[in-house]
Every structure is written in C-alpha cells, then in structure tokens.
C-alpha cells in the first residue's frame, strides 16, 4: 500500500468512527426501537454505498425473519432457516460473511432474485451478536458503485453490528420483563378472583374453618360451605387433577358444580354421583377431580360423608387420631361409579380433611412430611382453639415447602361453652408484679380446690412462662402488659398468656435436658415437665404472642 | 410465710458463712441473691444458703444455687443447702438437683459436714 492509499485508509476508518458514534448514540438515546432502526438501517446502507440493506431477526421459534428492508425489493416478512443462505449462515457461524461473487458463491440463495428480478453481484453479513449468541444478521447487497465488497468493508459492517446487537438485545430483554410482569399481574388478578370464590369465614363460632395455600398464584384446590334449607350445613373439598392455569380454571367449573349438586342432593353419596356423571360428560384430557362432601347436622353434631378418591380424614379427640376412610373413585372417570358414606357423631372432636399438598410439603432434606407428620403438628396445636390451632398449622406448612396446592378444611364446634374463667389479669412487664400475679394465681387454683403440691407447680410453670415473656419476648422489663387467663372446662386448666413483643419464633423456646447441671435454661424445662402439653403462637393479626398451656386435672382425691 | 418480706442475710460463723434467704425467691431480686452467694464464696471457704423460710423459688433462683455450687466445686470449697424448706425441695426435685447439692439439715450440721 502506498502513502496515498493509506492516507485514504486513514480517512475511512475516522469516517467509520464517526458513522459509528452517531449509530450507537442514536440507537442507545432510542424510544421506538422499530423506527430507529429503520432510520438506521437506511444510513447504513447509505454509508456502505450499498444498494440494498436487511435486518434479520431471529423469532422464538428459531426462524430468521427479515424484519426491515431498504433497497430497490422489499424482502420484509421473508423466512429463513438458521444455516440456510449468507444471512443464515452467518447466524449459524455466529461470523461475518462475505461473498465476493454472487452468481458463483453457493451460499447464495438464488431464489429471491429469480423471483424479484433484482441482480445480485456482491454481499456483506454480518451477525448481530450477544452473549447468548447471534439474535439476527445485519446485510448489505451490491455496492452502488458497481465495485464488491472487500475485507475492510466487511470489517467496518461487522463493527457497525455491534451497537444494533445491543441495542436490540436490550429491547427484547426489556419486553420479555414487561411481558412477565403483564403475566403475573394477571395470575394476581386470577389469584384474586378464585380467593373470592371461597366461602368467607363466618364468625360467631361457625363450626367450619377452611384455608387454601396455592403452591403457586393460582390453585387446583377449593373448599365450601353453605347452609342447607333444612338447617344442617353442606361442606365440600376437592383437589382438581394438575396444577396451573388449566387446573385453576376447571376447578372453578368444578366447585360450582359441585355446589349446585350439593343445594338438592339427599345425601352425600347420591350428591357425589350426581356430580360424577356431569363431570364424566365435560372432564377432557383424562382430567378428574377428588373430593369429599358432606352435611352436618349441629343439633345432633353428627357428619356424614363420602369421599371420592380424597385422602382420608383425621378424626382428633384431642388425645389421638381415627383415620377415616370413605372411598369412592375420583370424579370425572367412572360414570357408574357409587359412593361409600360415613357417618360420625363428631361430639367435641375435630374432624381435619386436607389435600395431598398438606402431606406432601417438604423440609430443607426434601423430605415428605407425610400422614404422620401432619398428625404430629395437629397435635401439637391441639392445645389451642380451632382458629388460632389452623393459623398455627398453616404457618408451620408454611415454614415447610409446598410443593403443591394445600387446602385444609376443619370441623368442629367451638369449645368453650362448658370452660369457665378463673384468672383475668393484665400486668406491667416486670419481674416486681410476678408476686402479686403468683398470689392471684394461688387463689384462683384454690377456689378449684386443687391440691397445693399441684398448686405450686402450676403457679412456678406460669411464673417461668412469664418471666421467659419479659427476658426473651421483651427483652428485659417493660411497661408493655402480660395478659393471663385462666380457664377451666371440665378436667383440664388451661392458662393462657398474651403478650404485644415481636413474634418470637417457637423453635427458641426450647427446654434442655435437666439431667444437665448447669444454670439457665431452666424455665421451659420446667414448664415442659409440669403442663401436659403447651404452644406458642404468634397472636391473632401478627403482633404479640400466645402462649396456651394446658393440665388436665386426675380424678378428684387424686390430684397429683 | 406468703407475706414474708424478701431478704438475704450473709452470717459469719467462725470459717462459715451462711447466706440466709428469707421470703419468695424470684427474677426481681435473683440477681442479689447470686451476689450474696458469690461473695460469700470469695470470703470463705465453706459457704450455705438456709432456705427454711424460703416460700418460693423460680429457675433464676435455682440458677443463682446452681452456679455457687460449681463456683465452689472448681476452687475445691465447701458449698451446701441447708434447712430447705418444703416449696424449695419441691422444685430441687423437679430440677433433679435435689441428689447434687449437699443437703443438711440445720447449720450446725452443715458447719461440721
């Protein structure tokens, strides 16, 4: 190369420089992509002193789509496969190509000129690449002067690539967030739309609870409850095979469905038929549904149930667990299918029905919680009223991992009307009241005629209790308030405490080992060992804690 | 004995000192009592605490006896309950330390164990 032409060089790599700056500027400062592009693809094809330019983009099927054109034949819309002619090629090989001559070069697709009548003599592809690989193919055709294209032209492209690569990228990017977040508020608003489909928890001692925890926004799972015209009350849980949307959806034609069985049928069996030759009709794609329904009756506080493929229910008396099972096929399979009941005088006890998702969560290990470990949480909740007992269950599933929709339904009247108050005493945290609270104590538990060896017991396992909430819940003494009551219904003492500190996680309040001599930690051990069983709980509305422990007094004459 | 006003007393009998506890042990005045007990033990090498008018003891009680007894036991002293009433022994038993700790029955004993 002489001095002249390297001069000229010179120049046009500072012209390309410029062209460049002004490019990336121009696509970086963009507010319509699309039309910015189009402007730039024109300059392009302009600073090229190309005949013709093309932006290909790649579609998420994998195909190559010419998605802006200048030139004499408009090629926009045009389709190729990834490796197939210059432009696919050079996405394939993530490289520049160039072909010096087009009427010899194979990899030039002759068709589009045989169709268009367009003459073409040299061509530049460069590939628009990003970190995941090339999203696309920058093209220039014949240069207006007659020449080809050379190395350095094919150089220059290759760099003028670079910013449309990013700024490209960057949109899509872009687009593919908005459009994720278009979809989960939409799966919010789906969420939404089925929470208000569950019955709304009635107060005033209902006897049915029931939550749904959606393993993701939206559930396969519901739960319902409406009162019959002769005055028992109809219930209904059901699992929807499958998770998501499709799930979601059936489940709202299931549920109502199985409302309407529910408002005419004369028993739980003949509603489950009922329902179960309508699903046979409309249920596709091998889809079914299992469920339990049932009607009680308060006055006689007896349940009767059928079952279709659900698992089975827990009976809990408080001490132990009755499995019941009433099983009948899923729904939406056999036609012909009949369906078992059974009926249970409920008494005081309480009946849990849950989906598999309830046994199905997972610790850190991955493993299943499983039957037995629901039982094990029921019961050790057992201690506390039916609503604050189901928050306290549903907050250790929630410490677990659902895996998938976890619905649980609990039947049982509110206890409470044979219990009795003894003890209401709201006191300063302080460890100087603890005397006085000691003494009220001693005197509620006399008037019970309780032995006083069992007294005192009782009244170091509350003070412990107490002075835990003002060390550990307060951390140190304070001029928020313990709240104590105690009740008694029939045997057993119930005393429970309240305070407004943070919630404190129950695994804190662990008793050690007493056969181990050393100072602290004393207190829960000692509550462990004088109450029958006790819990805490973060309080109604998520502020403050509740601690209930429970002693179940032995026959009179031998209390201890 | 209910409304036995709290109070801890430190005697000294020749090379023993008692610590006399009176009154209902609890969170609001451990903390002097677990002074009491450890200044005793840095005064003298035999030390007990008399419990007879003791009415009630919680776990910070039990904690402030608990750690006299190991204090003693490092620097090889002598440290013992003495006259334990009813309510104290009661919870000693169900802390299972009523086996770890000296018991004696009056401080005379106690002198001469």
């Given amino acids: ?560 | 004995m209910n409304t036995a006003e709290n109070e801890c007393v430190s005697e000294t009998l020749g090379d023993y000192i008692l610590v006399r506890l009176r009154g209902e042990v609890d969170l609001s005045w451990s903390q002097q009592v677990r002074r009491a007990i450890l200044d005793a033990l840095g005064a003298g090498s035999k030390v007990g605490v008399e419990l007879s008018q003791v009415s009630y003891i919680d776990s910070s009680g039990i904690a402030a006896l608990v750690e006299g007894f190991q204090s003693a036991r490092g620097k090889s002293q002598q440290f013992g309950l003495v006259a334990v009433s009813k309510p104290v022994m009661a919870v000693l038993q169900l802390a299972r330390l009523d086996k770890v700790f000296p018991i004696f029955p009056d401080a005379e004993t106690a002198r001469a164990g």
């Avoid at chain 1, 699992?239 to 739980?268: E, I, Q």
């Fill in chain 1, 1 to 560: 190369m002489n001095t002249s032409s390297l001069a000229a060089a010179g120049a046009h790599e500072r012209r390309a420089l410029g062209f460049l700056a002004e490019l990336s500027q121009s696509l970086a400062l963009s507010l319509d992509l699309r039309e910015t592009l189009g402007l730039a693809v024109t300059r392009i094809a302009d600073f090229m002193q190309a005949e013709a330019a093309s932006l290909f983009l790649l579609d998420p099927a994998g195909t190559l789509e010419c998605r802006i054109c200048v030139g004499p034949v408009d090629i926009s819309g045009l389709k190729l496969a990834v490796g197939q002619g210059v432009v696919g090629r050079a996405v394939a090989e993530n490289a520049t190509q160039v072909v010096l001559d087009a009427a010899t070069d194979a990899r030039v697709n002759a068709n589009v000129d045989a169709e268009t009548g367009f003459v073409t003599r040299s061509i530049l592809c460069a590939p628009l690449s990003t970190a995941r690989g090339a999203i696309g193919a920058l093209e220039v055709i014949n240069r207006r002067d007659g020449g080809l294209f050379d190395a350095a032209d094919a150089e220059i492209l290759r760099v003028i690539a670079a910013p449309a690569a990013l700024a490209i990228h960057n949109a899509q990017l872009a687009h593919s967030l908005v459009e994720q977040q278009r979809i989960k508020r939409e799966l919010e608003l789906a969420r939404k739309i089925q929470k208000s489909m569950l019955p709304k928890r009635r107060r005033g001692g209902f006897p049915l609870l029931g939550v749904n925890l959606p393993a993701h926004e939206i559930s396969g799972d519901f739960y319902d409850y409406f009162d019959l015209p002769d005055g028992r009350i109809a219930f209904i849980i059901g699992d929807v095979s499958g998770k998501g949307l499709d799930a979601a959806f059936l489940m709202v034609r299931v549920a109502s469905l199985l409302r309407w069985a529910g408002k005419h049928a004369p028993t739980p069996a003949a509603w489950l038929v009922e329902a179960n030759v309508e699903m046979c009709k409309t249920l596709q794609d091998g889809r079914f549904v299992c469920a339990v329904v049932g009607q009680y009756d308060r006055a006689s506080r007896s349940v009767t149930f059928a079952s279709a493929g659900f698992p089975p229910a827990l009976l809990h008396d408080g001490q132990g667990f009755e499995e019941l099972l009433a099983d009948g096929p899923p729904l939406g399979i056999l036609a012909e299918a009949q369906y078992s009941e059974r009926r249970i005088e409920l008494g005081t006890r309480a009946l849990y029905l849950f989906s598999d998702g309830a046994t199905d969560v997972r610790d850190t290990a991955h493993n299943t919680l499983g039957s037995e470990g629901l039982r094990t949480l029921i019961a050790r909740h057992a201690v506390l009223a039916p609503e604050p007992r189901l928050r306290a269950l549903i907050g250790d599933l929630k410490r677990l991992r659902l895996v998938d929709d976890t619905t649980l339904l609990l039947l049982q009247e509110p206890c409470g009307t044979s219990a009795h108050s003894l003890l209401d005493l709201e006191f300063p945290a302080r460890p100087e009241q603890m005397r006085q609270v000691r003494a009220a104590l001693r005197t509620a538990l006399d008037s019970e005629e309780i032995a006083p060896e069992l007294r005192d017991k009782l009244v170091l396992a509350v003070d412990e209790a107490c002075t835990n909430i003002i060390r550990h819940a307060y951390h140190g003494a304070c001029d928020q308030t313990i709240a104590l009551h105690l009740a008694r219904e029939q045997d057993m003492l119930v005393f429970e405490l309240r305070d407004a500190a943070p919630v404190v996680d129950p695994s804190r309040m662990q008793a050690r080992d007493l056969s181990e001599c050393r100072p602290g930690g004393l207190g829960v051990a000692f509550i462990d060992a004088l109450m029958d069983d006790w819990v805490l709980v973060p309080a109604e509305g998520g502020k403050g804690n509740l601690l209930c422990m429970r002693k179940r007094l032995a026959a009179t004459g031998e209390n201890e």
